[in-house]
Each structure stands twice: as C-alpha cells, then as structure tokens.
C-alpha cells in the first residue's frame, strides 16, 4: 500500500516538473520573441526622444541668441550674436549664406524632387565640421567635443576687438556661457556638440541687413540646425 501511494506520488511530481518545464521554455521564447520585436521600436523612441530634445536645446540658443542681439543694439548702437566683433563681421569658415546651406542643406529638384546636391556636413567627423564654431568651447569641461570631430579652434578671437565690444567677451564661447549663466547646455548625442556660423550683416542705416545665425548639432547638421536672422 505504502509503495502504491509512493509511485503515485512520484509520478505526479515527475508530471508538474514536466509541465513547469515546458511552460518554461515556452515562456522564454515567447519573451525572446517580444524582445526581438519590441527592440528595433525601443530604439527608435529613443532615437526619436533625442532628436526632439536637441532641438529643443538649438531653440533655447536661439533664444538667447536673439535676446543678446537686442541687448547689444541697446548698448553698441547695432545688434550683433555672440563671437562677433561687429554686426558686419562673420564668425566661422564661411562667407556667404550659399556657403553656409551647403553645409546644412540638400538641394532638391523642383519637379522630380529628386536630391541634386546632398548637404556635405551629415557627420561629426566630416573635415567640413573645421568651418563651424563650438558653442560653448572645444574644451568645455561639461560638453566637450567628441575626439573625432574636426571643428574650428575657438580659444582666441579671430578679429581684433572693435571699439565698443569688451575684449574678453567678443570671444563666442565666453558670451555664450554668460548667456546661460556659467552653464552650457549639451547634445544628447554621443557624437553631438552645438556649433555656429554667423554670416556678417551688411549696409547702414534703414538699408542695413542684419546678420544671419546658424545653429547645428554635428550628430547631423542636416538633420538638426536652425537658423536665425533678426
């Protein structure tokens, strides 16, 4: 009798470990299957969170840019953006807004809207980065820029003071750090880092044009830029 009841139990412990096992294994592919399908979509909300926060941070420079434009039209008699000597000089590589939104910019065909020209600067590390200024310093203890990156050296002011600008200020990094109290903001990229082109405004008195700001985040200036003119 006691044997009898000894093998029942055994073999009804024997079948609740076979079912659990079982159940088991089905469990793990199932999860290997929903992470296998949920991953490519992770990635992309996060993919998607970042680019949406960098331009949220390119607007708050922007906005800065724009109260500092106004501030110094107050105090130098014509508006200027950080790093620049004077409204009509340029900060950065290039001349020309053409120069500039090749940089940024695909051309496109107007009737097959097929790409004729695509923007040169899509990567940190693109030898077209050496044109563009870091916002807050190459070197910023906070947001450095990344190892590969070739950007253009920003630890001195590239024209001699004018007249009415305070020396150590007319050095962008400087200014723009004063802007945001000591405190750079950052790219939530890996290879990101927030530079800048000014192309130089022009002419005098009611005919006079104000110059143009250029904003980008060298994970793809293409992808992430804004651009700004008063």
Do not use: A, F, L, M
């Given at each position: 009798m006691m044997k009898a009841v000894l093998n029942k139990f055994s073999k009804t412990?024997?079948?609740?470990n076979g079912n659990s096992l079982a159940e088991f294994a089905a469990t793990t592919a199932l999860m290997a299957i929903l992470a296998a399908t949920a991953s490519p979509k992770l990635a992309k909300l996060?993919?998607?969170a970042r680019s949406e926060k960098t331009m949220s941070e390119l607007d708050k420079l922007v906005r800065q840019a724009s109260n500092f434009y106004q501030e110094t039209a107050i105090i130098e008699g014509r508006g200027r953006f950080p790093g620049q000597d004077k409204y009509n000089e340029k900060v950065g590589g290039h001349t020309t807004n053409q120069d500039v939104l090749d940089d940024?910019?695909?051309v496109v065909d107007d009737v097959t809207g097929a790409i004729t020209d695509p923007a040169d600067f899509i990567s940190f590390d693109a030898d077209d980065g050496y044109d563009w200024v870091s916002v807050f310093g190459v070197s910023n203890y906070d947001f450095p820029k990344p190892d590969d990156a070739q950007l253009r050296w920003d630890d001195e002011d590239e024209i001699d003071p004018?007249?009415?600008c305070p020396e150590p200020l007319t050095v962008g990094r400087s200014e723009w750090l004063k802007l945001f109290g000591g405190s750079a903001v950052g790219s939530p990229f890996q290879d990101g880092h927030f530079v800048y082109q000014v192309v130089a405004g022009s002419g005098a008195g009611s005919r006079a044009d104000a110059p143009i700001l250029y904003l980008a985040d060298i994970e793809n200036p293409r992808d992430f830029h804004i651009i700004f003119q008063p």
């Open positions: 412990i024997k079948s609740v996060g993919e998607n940024i910019q695909n004018c007249n009415t």
